[in-house]
């Protein structure tokens, strides 16, 4: 291995960018402002809110952002990481934006390494507070951080980025194809509906379950190991994809016989209607949720596809007002719940099917690679950061995935 140094961040970062202490005032439209709750998994995600295009140069007077700055959250979350795509940004509170030496320390490769092992451990032992949990910009400058020469620091970012397109374009590729079959079902099911339709009802094609919470304080009813069978949570439904892959929690099998949960086999339509009402998927195999989950056993008529994208165009708003439906939404408005179709000689849903199917099968491909390539990332961070990998055996790594 070459020969690594240990630096403080003050000492080969070259800007910290630091607009705490501020609240800007946001518009509808306008400059995208970056907030801490937009960056999330190595990526910023569409901005929400924004700044007016004449109160951005009153704003922005700490410093603008470059392209490929690194922008950190610093509290509620601590320790998000992303890098800067569109230098036509504005920057809010609680985050800092980073911007190593030119040839001193590479913008990329300090990314990946707040987001290693060692750098969130760095971050979260230094952190402080009871309410919210962050790090003042004084200590953030002196975090040490393990380097190689610059050269060996590109190499080794470039790797891991190339790991980041592949997994980014897979995830607009889900877009595309997703966007596609909910055009398709607009325009067919909507606005071509006409009034001599017959009406159903959810109830009267598909069968409806809803899953179970075993007894939260008995911990021993839960498990982490993923022998077990998943079980879904609503925190586990907002993962991008139509398809629900993974979960934080599992439940042994014991625990589904005890407290009878519904199992919810694979192929198998799912939408979350407590808390968080609206959250649409497929089951990727057999697996068990929570009580704010259903799901839909398909009888006749429908297909999972068409019942996906129906569900999605859904106006949840419908059953009920946005402040009563948190706690009045129930399996009976669930099971309520009317789509209308043509009379069977139309065979419009079986050529709804045959039009989307191979873009719901190419969608469930594509997320099965994101999550090989995520895991191969995971495991190659914290050992190229660390210089435990050398890049040529990663970058075969990466050959055998792609």
């Not at 601590?78 to 609680?94: C, D, F, P, S, T």
Request: proline residues 4%; contains cysteine; aromatic residues 10%.
């Amino acid at each position: 291995m070459s020969e690594w140094v240990v630096k403080n961040l003050d000492e080969v970062v070259e800007y910290f960018i630091d607009y705490r202490g501020k609240t800007p005032d946001k518009k509808d439209s306008g400059i995208p402002l970056i907030t801490a709750k937009i960056v999330k998994d190595g990526r910023l995600n569409t901005a929400t809110e924004f700044i007016s295009v004449e109160d951005y140069p009153l704003w922005m007077t700490r410093g603008y952002p470059e392209v490929n700055d690194v922008v950190l959250t610093t509290e509620a979350p601590l320790g998000e990481v992303a890098l800067i795509k569109n230098k036509n940004v504005a920057l809010a509170q609680r985050i800092i934006t980073l911007r190593g030496y030119k040839n001193i320390l590479d913008n990329k490769f300090l990314k990946y390494w707040l987001q290693s092992e060692q750098g969130q451990y760095e971050l979260e032992s230094r952190a402080s507070g009871t309410t919210v949990f962050g790090i003042k910009s004084s200590i953030l400058k002196k975090i040490p951080i393990f380097l190689p020469p610059y050269n060996e620091q590109v190499t080794i970012s470039s790797i891991l980025h190339c790991i980041d397109e592949k997994i980014d374009l897979l995830h607009r590729q889900n877009k595309t194809l997703e966007s596609m079959a909910e055009t398709l079902f607009r325009q067919w099911f909507i606005e071509e509906a006409q009034e001599d339709w017959k009406t159903y009802k959810l109830s009267d094609v598909s069968d409806i379950f809803i899953g179970r919470t075993p007894p939260r304080k008995e911990t021993h009813w839960f498990s982490k190991d993923p022998k077990d069978i998943k079980w879904l949570s609503i925190k586990d439904m907002a993962e991008s994809g139509i398809y629900r892959m993974s979960t934080a929690e599992y439940l042994p099998l014991t625990t589904i016989e005890k407290f009878k949960i519904p199992m919810i086999p694979e192929n198998t339509v799912i939408l979350s209607f407590k808390m968080t009402v609206g959250r649409v998927g497929i089951t990727s195999e057999s697996m068990v949720s929570n009580e704010a989950i259903a799901q839909f056993r398909i009888k006749k008529i429908i297909t999972k596809e068409f019942l996906y994208c129906f569900l999605k165009a859904f106006n949840y708003d419908a059953l009920g007002t946005t402040s009563t439906i948190v706690t009045s939404i129930n399996s009976s408005l669930i099971r309520s719940m009317e789509f209308c179709i043509p009379n069977d000689s139309d065979h419009r849903i079986s050529n709804f099917t045959s039009i989307t199917s191979p873009l719901f099968i190419k969608t469930m491909k594509n997320q099965e690679q994101i999550r090989s390539l995520s895991n191969l990332r995971n495991t190659l961070l914290p050992k190229l950061m660390s210089g435990e990998v050398q890049v040529q055996y990663a970058e075969e790594a990466i050959a055998s995935v792609a």
